[in-house]
Nanobody, 125 residues
Framework: QVQLVESGGGLVQAGVSLRLSCAVSGRHFSNYAMGWFRQAPGKEREFVAA????????YYADSVKGRFTISSEYAKNTVYLQMHSLKPEDAAVYYC??????????????????WGQGTQVTVSS
């Protein structure tokens, strides 16, 4: 069974950068498509970014395209979300997820079977 642990969240000012990490254990991340989702208070969990199983393709929500980058480090079995030019509307709990994109696509919540506990990102204006 795969376990996911997020870290790197915090309180930052608008405009700065932050990098989230997702440490994977139990199995290597290369066995899965890896995604980042976020959930703000009172809102549904939404897709942010994903890396497909081969690692060749990345996917981004329109709201973060050009500002966020998903990447991975094979030797550390870790997936990252680099966030630049943070905005107050980026504030949320960010979740790392592992799954398979074949049925619903990498953007879909239901494609992911394994989730981390989340890390809070707060952006002050």
């Amino acid at each position: 069974q795969v376990q996911l642990v997020e870290s790197g969240g915090g309180l930052v000012q608008a405009g700065v950068s932050l990098r989230l990490s997702c440490a994977v254990s139990g199995r290597h991340f290369s066995n899965y498509a890896m995604g980042w989702f976020r959930q703000a208070p009172g809102k549904e969990r939404e897709f942010v970014a994903a890396l497909n199983r081969s690692g060749r393709n990345t996917y981004y929500a329109d709201s973060v395209k050009g500002r966020f980058t998903i990447s991975s480090e094979y030797a550390k079995n870790t997936v990252y979300l680099q966030m630049h030019s943070l905005k107050p509307e980026d504030a949320a709990v960010y979740y790392c997820a592992a799954g398979f994109c074949s049925d619903y696509g990498c953007y879909a919540l239901q494609s992911y079977d394994h989730w981390g506990q989340g890390t809070q990102v707060t952006v002050s204006s």
